[in-house]
């Protein structure tokens, strides 16, 4: 035995990592299974697939993109939240100087935005595979409803930060975006049946979604906090169910 | 050693089913072990390799792209200074292209709440038990042929329409013409019930009414005998009321806005059912 492989020996036998590392990499079905269940990220995962559910021409990993690239929103929205503040005198400020004075900081702001755009296409084009496999039949059906509510929450998701740069580009775009929030029926001011729910412009369901009348400072603090906070956070949850019921109804495969 | 023995054991399968060549040593055991129906492979390392070879190449692509094109930052925002035209985010350019047929609580709120309703309860009105976990285009021909044109044709091209060919006014700009913000487009749209001959508002509205709710019962007594005629009336009470009903009612939405389109685009018709609280 080389006196490498004697430290290896006594490092990995020794108690600190035996408390962290339960098992080692010997290539044994045990350990494999191991591998998945023993561990807290990897246990998403069932232990064992069937065989096609692994090619890529089956599962295109458009799911595990489109969730790559909401870890890459994560990250990178944590690194811009550093520099940013959702304050209507700072906020465009904040960019131009996220853009041209912090480290990275131009790279972090595409990879945000890029990403953004990324995930919307990658969730539709998940969709559409599980569409195309019919992989939302029984007993998958709820797990289908559950990608629906996702999908809507990474529009939601987007549209939010889209304000947040607080350029032309930004308050025109959730200025026309969010006028369907004032033109729905009863709860919107120009919707239909306006008049006998007593709504107006600044008491109805856009006035809600803006802090007021018209985009102003009330705006971009709630869009930043649904942005990096609520929207997020349910993301998340759901996320989890998502995960959760694949891994107990397997993924979809012809019958054997 | 237990690595010999482990080793000798995987050697023994090996010469035991020797038709199964691709894949690790390791799943000939737990195929011998299951027998040949069971075609389950380990997560680690098949699947997580994949995951982690996906993962990194997706990576490096998000950050060449991000390195190559920066993302656009315009002037600071002036809530007096109105940029014309104004455009939404590009994926929700579809529904603000249907605004130019639809009024905004039908384009804005009713058909993205039939849409995401009609995604919802798509597994719960789709009973073929045919196609799941594979590719097939001829076990499900009517599901994927409806899910195509509503989804790639009409939204992708709506949204194609309204971020590439709408400029100033939201008006019709070919890419190779300028966006000419004066440019004069005829108004000529009239509503349906005044091209027939009314001129009273009651019977218009009456006229447009009977339209509308004429499409919607006619449209469903024809599907159903569509439906009947290409897949038995066997099939039809499988089905149910229910989800024949809403099938038909989100399926009639979704060629409705088609129609609207043609009727709008081709013969200048704003509306079909002209009221004091709601047009359609």
Redesign the interface.
Known sequence: MSKWEEIKKQIVESPVWQAIFRHGYDDTPRNRVLMVSGNVWLHLHPSKVRRHGVRLKFTWCMGGITFLMFLITVVTGVYLMFYYRPVAEYAYADMKYLEFDMPFGMLMRNMHRWAAHAMVIAVWLHMFRVFMTGSYKPPREFNWVVGVILLVLTLLLSFTGYLLPWDQLSIWAVTVGSNMARAMPVLGHEGPFAEFAGVNAVYDARALLFGGGEIGPHTLLRFYILHCIFFPLVTTLLLIVHFWRIRRDGLSGPAL | MAESK?IKTLVDVGKAVPQVSD??R?EK??LRAKGP????????????R??FL??LA??AF??V???L???????????T???NP???????LG??EILVFF???HA???L?SFI?VG??V???I?I????????CYAD?KWE?LT?FGG??VLWIVLIVVGTFLRGPGWNWFWPWEVWDSHKVVAMSNVDLPYLFGFRDYTLSALFGLAVVAGYFVLGTALMYWLIVRAKGREFMERWGTARFGLTSFLFLNMIAVVIKLIMRMGFNIKYIMVTP??NI
């Open positions: 482990q894949g690790g390791v055991t737990l129906g069971d075609d389950k492979i380990h997560t680690w390392p098949h699947l997580v994949a995951e996906c993962f997706v990576l998000m950050l792209w991000s390195l094109v920066d993302a656009p930052l315009e002037q600071p925002a002036a809530p200074r109105t940029p104004s455009k939404a985010p590009w994926y929700f529904l603000q009024d905004p609580w804005g709120v009713v993205p995401i995604l919802m798509l597994p719960f789709d073929n038990p045919k196609g799941n976990g594979y590719f499900r994927i899910f989804f790639h609280w709601i």
